[in-house]
C-alpha cells in the first residue's frame, strides 16, 4: 500500500533544543497529519494541514510547535523549544481527501528530551 | 466531546481461538468509524472503515458492524492466527469536520501458538 516516510525514527535531544520531524507523505496526497503518542495512552491528533495552512489543531498543539511544508518537500513538525512532556512517539499520516478519506500513517519517530 | 472506548487492554488468545475487541463510541453525529491494526516499530495501518449506520465492514476475516443503537462498533474474527498478534485502535472521523481521527487507548492481542 501507499508509504510515509518518517524521518529520523529516534532521536534524543536535551530540553530547550529545537528538534524537527520530518515527514515524506504520499505522494499525491492532499491532506496530512500529525499524532502524538506517549507510550501506554491514546494516539492524540495534534494537528492537521492543506494546502500551506493549518486546518485545526488541539489543544496539544502548544505554541512551541509549528508545521510546514515548503515547495512539496516533506511536511515538518518543528517543536522550540522543547520540553520534558514533548518525550513522546510522533506519528506523521497523510490522506488524499479529509474527512473521511484513509489516513496513511508512516513508522514514527521516537522522541526522548532529557 | 467525542469519544472512543476501548475497555480491554490486553486479549490472550490461543490459535483458532475467536476473537473479540469491544469498542463504544460518543458523539453527536453519525461517524465514520474505522479499525486501525499496529505491529511492532509501525504506525498503525487500515484494517477496515464503515461509514453507514448498520453496515458492515469486513477485511482480512476481520469483520465489525457499526452499531448506531449501542454506539458501538466491536471487532470480531472467527478463527484467529499468531501474525495477528498486534495492537488494535478503534477511531472515529465526525462527519464534516476536518478529518481529524479520534482513536481508542488500543487492545493488544497477542495469539499462542
Known amino acids: 500500500g501507499p508509504k510515509v516516510l518518517q524521518i529520523p525514527s529516534h532521536q534524543i535531544i536535551d530540553m530547550g533544543q529545537m528538534v524537527t520531524l520530518n515527514c515524506d507523505p504520499v505522494s499525491n496526497h492532499l491532506y496530512f497529519y500529525w499524532y502524538k503518542q506517549i507510550l501506554g495512552q491514546q494516539m492524540e491528533f495534534l494537528v492537521n494541514f492543506y494546502n500551506g495552512k493549518v486546518m485545526e489543531k488541539s489543544k496539544l498543539f502548544k505554541d512551541q510547535f509549528s508545521v510546514e511544508r515548503p515547495d512539496g518537500s516533506y511536511f515538518t513538525l518543528k517543536i522550540q523549544p522543547t520540553a520534558l512532556e514533548d518525550s513522546a512517539v510522533y506519528f506523521c499520516?497523510?490522506?488524499?481527501?479529509?474527512?473521511?478519506?484513509?489516513?496513511?500513517f508512516g513508522p514514527g519517530t521516537r522522541l526522548l528530551v532529557l | 466531546g467525542d469519544s472512543v472506548t476501548q475497555k480491554q487492554g490486553q486479549v490472550t488468545l490461543s490459535e483458532d481461538d475467536f476473537l473479540f475487541i469491544n469498542c463504544t463510541y460518543s458523539?453527536?453525529?453519525?461517524?465514520?468509524l474505522f479499525w486501525y491494526v499496529q505491529y511492532p516499530g509501525q504506525g498503525p495501518q487500515l484494517l477496515l472503515k464503515v461509514t453507514t449506520a448498520n453496515n458492515k465492514g469486513i477485511s482480512r476475516g476481520f469483520e465489525a458492524t457499526y452499531d448506531k443503537g449501542t454506539t458501538s462498533f466491536h471487532l470480531q474474527k472467527a478463527s484467529v492466527q499468531e501474525s495477528d498478534s498486534a495492537v488494535y485502535f478503534c477511531a472515529l472521523v465526525d462527519v464534516g469536520n476536518t478529518g481529524k481521527l479520534i482513536f481508542g487507548l488500543g487492545t493488544t492481542l497477542q495469539v499462542q501458538p
Open positions: 458523539t453527536t453525529t453519525y461517524p465514520t
Open positions: 499520516a497523510s490522506s488524499l481527501g479529509f474527512n473521511q478519506d484513509t489516513q496513511y
